[in-house]
């Protein structure tokens, strides 16, 4: 049951801070802060459980009918993963207090910020794939509304836009990966998916499973070819910048990755595609954060390259290759929130983060610096650091790799090149930033930031040099303890040790650092901001250009597709009523059939040789001769209703039905009186108009409706706009310009439109005044009308 | 019979299909009443075609289905005329208003150029 509490410790947490006034900080942080902490607390809590029983489950029915509990799920994997969920989340609270500024609004900040956190949890305590999926999305819905928390800012808005859309299409394919697995394993219970490793990995479905699902990883994670998302993210505020896009959110990759490691591990397929897009995010990130001129976007590549190298990891096939990815996801949250909150610091008390404004600032702030120093050193790899334990074993896994040829000699290669670049935009990063001569040109005077805000960073420098020197006492039991519960019985032994004697990883790592060194010793001087090789290709670029020709596609199938037209679209539902009418002719044919038929009736042929001509002539006369075509559909109605008579129809009906019911409908149109009249003929346009009588305008209502009536004799009724009066100009003669159509109906004006169109006040009139047909611009004698109507 | 019923049906479903794609409005009108009768005609056809037998049973005359017709397509028939009729109605506002706002009874609101 404590589960289901961290769970929903956030999620209330977050409810609770949407409703506090907005200018509540130390509420807000109070209560952020003491969330993170319970849950952390709940999670430390239940690691003697973890460690004793293995796995740690709670279920809910949810739709029992279809056999899907809600059901939560603890191994040692999850646990880190929790742990490090909510102790980040605490720590960033802290950070964040003192980060953001009085004006920002925090409740939505804490808000959006706990119930990111509770996602997070969710994807990693799920236990069920539908779960997992669905707080896969919650995630990155949640990163969304932090990314352009800022809103304001077009750049904010725009990154978070950009990130949703990568996220959210990678997680619509994670969601039918989750269903094939769920399909092959007969379940979606994820234990009974990791049971049915077998099953799964020879079905032939397992391409496809296999595509989705490390796609959706793979967007989450910011790995190559959708990496482009993670720098433009780095918009957000950065407190969550250190939470989500460095420790939390593109973990969840790598994340379920490793959690379904045992299920989709160990073919070739699986080495091409996760090694293969690891590689080369390693490499690619790397090299353009040495290019980088912001702080964060510095971070940002190298957060792509260091997950890079995790999925490469994973992609290797090797169960050490997993310990390795494993440690580095910890190693690597600790030491890059602590530099996200270091450039969060230098940002916050300079006014910038443009590495090539800033200089000296180790002068102004010493502790900052040594605390990025430390972290940033841990970034690279130096002995004595967490990440030179995680970057040892990556070394050795690339040498041992059971890999044919030229594999075998690439992979390391590519390796110490990446740990190069690493060197090398880590010492970019601070050397730039806090030494070199002290510049005076900052839009602020830097300081040492109150202490509450470096706090959290020298507990994370704490940590990383904790466990960069005393691995197997500090992170050792845990790391067991997680890969333990994704290996099962394969896990193999190995040794957390900072000396693993003179060998050839160690000989890789300072061929890396002289390298790392040399390379910015000899691009010190380079300041521009374009990347030299990789300036053509920009993930970005083909982001836009695939979303405005979607839309211009979209909008190139609406042009064909669709037109406003009626007559168009009428026809396009006829005809596929017809297709959908003559698709079954088309398997069965069409036969007379054996049935017998009734003996024609003369009279019977006789009914329908009149109603098919009226119908016909009707059809024919509609345009022009309305009333009689009116009449004539009435024929066709009455042979109708005669019809049902003959065929038995009910004496009932016969008395009260069909027979009124028919001939009705004629009836109903021309029921508005004038309606009664003749329709217009022929000869309408041809004829001059008649003049217009003062006395027809007096009572404002048209007592003459143009030309061509065969009956001059004015409608009383109101109705008289019936449509038994054509509009169609005559054939071949069109009213010029500027000249009135006698033929045409008087408009009806809006009140308003009119107003407007006149611009005076004396012109407001009744409606009705508007139908008299001088009423139109180009009478002269309306306005004398008008102001008799007055 | 048979025949000659079909081909009054094709013939007025036919008349009020050409009428719908008309563009006036009264046009239009006049096709769909057109094309409800046609299709009255052919639900009432799909009960079969019989002369002299009632659809409602009588008491005196027993309860042999020899007897009767097929009361469904009858019913059915009955209630689509109601609804066409109210439609038609309906149809038939709608249009004078737009007849009257717009100055054009056009389908589409405006005449277009090439009308």
Known sequence: MSLLLILLLPFVGSLCAAFLPSNARNAEAWLAGMVALAAAALVASLYPQVAAEGVIRTSIPWAPGLGLDFSLRMDGYAWLFAMLVTVMGALVVVYARYYMSPDDPVPRFFSFFLAFMGAMLGVVLSGNLLQIAMFWELTSLASFMLIAYWHHRVDARRGARMALIVTGTGGLALLGGMLLLGHMAGSYDLDAVLAAADTIQNHPWYPLTLILIVLGALTKSAQFPFHFWLPHAMAAPTPVSAFLHSATMVKAGVFLLARFWPVLAGTDLWFWIVGGAGLCSLLIGAYLALFQQDMKGVLAYSTISHLGLITLLLGMNSPLALVAAVFHIVNHATFKASLFMAAGIVDHETGTRNMQRLSGLYRAMPITATLAVVAAAAMAGVPLLNGFLSKEMFFAETIFLDRPGWQRIGLPLAATLASMFSVAYSLRFIHQVFFGPPTDELPRAPHEPTRWMLLPSALLVLACLLVGMLPGVTVGPYLQAATDSILGSDAPPYSLAVWHGLNLPLLMSTAAFIGGVALYRAFLWRTGTEVPLLERIDGKRTFDWLQTTLMSGAEQAMRWLFSPRLQMQLLVLVLVALGGALLPLLDTGSSWGTRETTPLHPAFALLWIVGAACALAAAWQAKHHRFAALILSGGAGLATSLTFVWFSAPPTHRRSGHRRADPARPALVAAPRSALRPGPARDGPGAPAPPARPADRRCGRPRSCGAGLRHPEPPRHRWHFALLHRTVPAPGRRPQRGQRDPGRFPRLRHPRRNHRARGGRADRIRPAAALSPGAGEHSPAAPAARAECG | ?115
Do not use: C
Request: hydrophobic share 55%; charged share 15%.
């Open chain 2, 1 to 115: 019979m048979e025949i000659v019923f079909a081909l009054a049906i094709g013939v007025m479903a036919g008349s009020g299909v050409w009428l719908l794609l008309r563009p006036r409005t009264f046009q239009v009108i006049i096709g769909l009443s057109l094309l409800a009768y046609a299709v009255n005609l052919f639900i009432f056809g799909m009960g079969r075609l019989r002369v002299g037998a009632v659809p409602v049973i009588d008491p005196l005359k027993g309860s042999s289905p020899d007897l009767y017709t097929d009361p469904v397509p009858q019913a059915l028939v009955l209630t689509a005329i109601v609804i066409g009729f109210a439609t038609t109605a309906l149809f038939l506002v709608v249009l004078l208003a737009s007849r009257g706002l717009n100055g054009t009874d056009h389908v589409d609101g405006q005449e277009t150029e090439k009308e």
